[in-house]
């Protein structure tokens, strides 16, 4: 079992940053894959950006390109999420979750559709205009 405990959220007016940090526990032995997703009142479950176990491949949402930045510090178990010139559109409950890395692209199409093995409690983000 992994546990995912997410911090780094809170209110910010539009254009400012907040940085993200998702911190593993567990069998953090072995490698994960981690996904930042995000659920707005009343929207689906997008998912936002990711980042392979050794930290050289990356993905994320055409929304967030060169806004956002995914980055990794396996010494310290931690995935970080930095979040800059935000939006009121960017308001949003953000989760982090991982998976067991069976390749890039596999991990891709199952963070596409929500799957993951394990999840955190989520952080709010509020963006104001």
């Known amino acids: 079992q992994v546990q995912l405990v997410e911090s780094g959220g809170g209110l910010v007016q539009a254009g400012g940053s907040l940085r993200l940090s998702c911190a593993a526990s567990g069998r953090t032995s072995r490698t994960y894959a981690t996904g930042w997703f995000r659920q707005a009142p009343g929207k689906e479950h997008e998912f936002v950006a990711a980042i392979s176990w050794s930290g050289a491949n990356t993905y994320y949402t055409d929304s967030v390109k060169g806004r956002f930045t995914i980055s990794r510090d396996n010494a310290k178990n931690t995935v970080y999420l930095q979040m800059n010139s935000l939006k009121p559109e960017d308001t949003a409950v953000y989760y982090c979750?991982?998976?067991?890395?069976?390749?890039?692209?596999?991990?891709?199409?199952?963070?596409?559709?929500?799957?993951?093995?394990?999840w955190g409690q989520g952080t709010q983000v509020t963006v104001s205009s």
């Open positions: 979750a991982a998976r067991e890395s069976t390749g890039w692209s596999t991990v891709i199409n199952y963070y596409s559709k929500s799957d993951a093995d394990y």
